[in-house]
């Protein structure tokens, strides 16, 4: 069974702050992804990444990076953190990029303060 | 914009009947579409997709149908039991690239 793991599940830093959000997954997935959750807006694409070392923007990268150095890991950064990047964030991954279905963690609900 | 909406933000079912959940796209290109189950403090889970081949996908008590003249497809469940309780995503995409996702659909299960 497919596992992918968030590093923490609730999370509160304040405005300006760089902070990381670390994706494990142990399936040996080609794709990896980040979105954010918010109430009305459904999930929403920040990046993805198809291979090591690779990243692509997604619908809104503003405000956010992304690291790829292995396979099984991918990390969102908040380069400086601003309170409307208050959300749930979400890491997913997908074994290949035609397969589809892509297979989620738990969340990390991020709070800046 | 958003380019796939479900227009209904919940939906209450007596368990047994049928639960439909809509959803509608506006990007004739969309050629692939998924269906994911979330429940609270939990990361969404896939359930049922179909590709644009096909108008209908059956898998156990769900079914996804497409009408892609309407741009619109459903998620029926039958019978509706009060597990399924969950807010449902619809999700689509061109050629397995981008997802792109709706606002979700809060279902509710009445024992």
């Known amino acids: 069974d497919v596992k992918v793991t968030q590093s923490s599940r609730y999370l509160v830093k304040r405005t300006g702050e760089k902070v990381f959000l670390e994706c494990v997954q142990d399936?040996?997935?080609?794709?990896m992804f980040w979105y954010r959750q918010d109430p009305g807006l459904g999930l929403r694409l920040i990046y993805f990444s198809y291979d090591v070392k690779m990243k692509e923007k997604g619908d809104i990268p503003e405000g956010y990076s992304v690291s790829r150095e292995k396979k099984e890991r991918f990390s969102l950064i908040l380069e400086s953190a601003s309170t409307n990047q208050t959300s749930m964030y979400l890491c997913?991954?997908?074994?290949?990029?035609?397969?589809?279905?892509?297979?989620f963690g738990d969340g990390t609900r991020l709070s800046i303060l | 914009d958003q380019q796939v909406k479900q227009n209904s933000p919940s939906l209450s079912v007596q368990e047994g009947r049928i639960s439909i959940l809509n959803c509608d796209y506006t990007n004739s290109m969309f050629d692939y579409f998924l269906w994911y189950k979330k429940y609270p403090a939990e990361g969404p889970t896939f359930l049922i997709s179909i590709s644009s081949i096909k108008d209908k996908n059956e898998d156990g008590r769900f079914t996804v149908f497409l009408n892609k003249s309407a741009k619109h497809l459903s998620l029926h469940i039958v019978p509706s039991q009060p597990g399924d309780s969950a807010v449902y995503f619809c999700?689509?995409?061109?050629?397995?690239?981008?997802?792109?996702f709706g606002t979700g659909t809060s279902l509710t299960v009445i024992p």
């Open positions: 399936m040996d997935h080609e794709n």
């Open positions: 999700a689509a995409s061109v050629a397995g690239n981008q997802f792109y």
């Open positions: 997913a991954s997908s074994l290949k990029r035609l397969a589809g279905a892509q297979h």
